[in-house]
């Protein structure tokens, strides 16, 4: 077992508690909870407030599932099957400004879903939910069966689920089902200009 997580300046417990099991009990997710956690990512902050996210939903056991879960590469799909939902997490790639007719490349696209991605894991976290990015997944494929089109960029793949016990896992995944730690702060903030250990 990993040491228990503690941070070294006061934070809200949330931050620290959300983590990224795969062991999941199956159980269903109701629409208005799924859209609570689609809301918290709504108010995310983004570049010109472009809204550039976009989530591609499934709940499992109905129609569009059995596509979600063959985006994901085998070992995933294994763990991952018992996901109450899959989302997969676009981004659109250019904005339209204010005042403006045409659309302009927009840099922070990836950023910015990345944020609606994190309030999406907040929200599930503090409704007793749990979340898992998941990045070995087809992006290729996602693209012809969620018919994406041209100007959108396929991020990450999210399950979402009530925690089961890490013994529904293979032994290998069982020896990883644990919170894992963080690096030391100062080994991620310099004042001033650039001061990092390769």
Sequence with gaps: MSQPRQSTHAIHPLFINRWSPRAFTGEAIDQATLHCLFE???W??????SQPWRFVYAHNGLQHWPELL???NEKNRAWAAKASALIVLLSKTTHVRAGSDAATPLRNHSLDAGAAWAHLALQAEHA?????????FDRDQARVLLGVPEGYNVEIAIAIGKQASR?????????????????PLDSLIAEGRFSFAE
């Design 40 to 42: 918290a990512a709504r």
């Design 167 to 183: 013994d529904s896992l293979s032994a290998e995944l069982q020896a990883r089902e644990q919170p894992t730690q963080r690096n």
């Design 44 to 49: 995310a902050p983004s570049a010109n407030n």
């Design 128 to 136: 007793g939910w749990h979340t898992h990015a998941i990045g070995g």
């Design 70 to 72: 063959q985006l994901l």
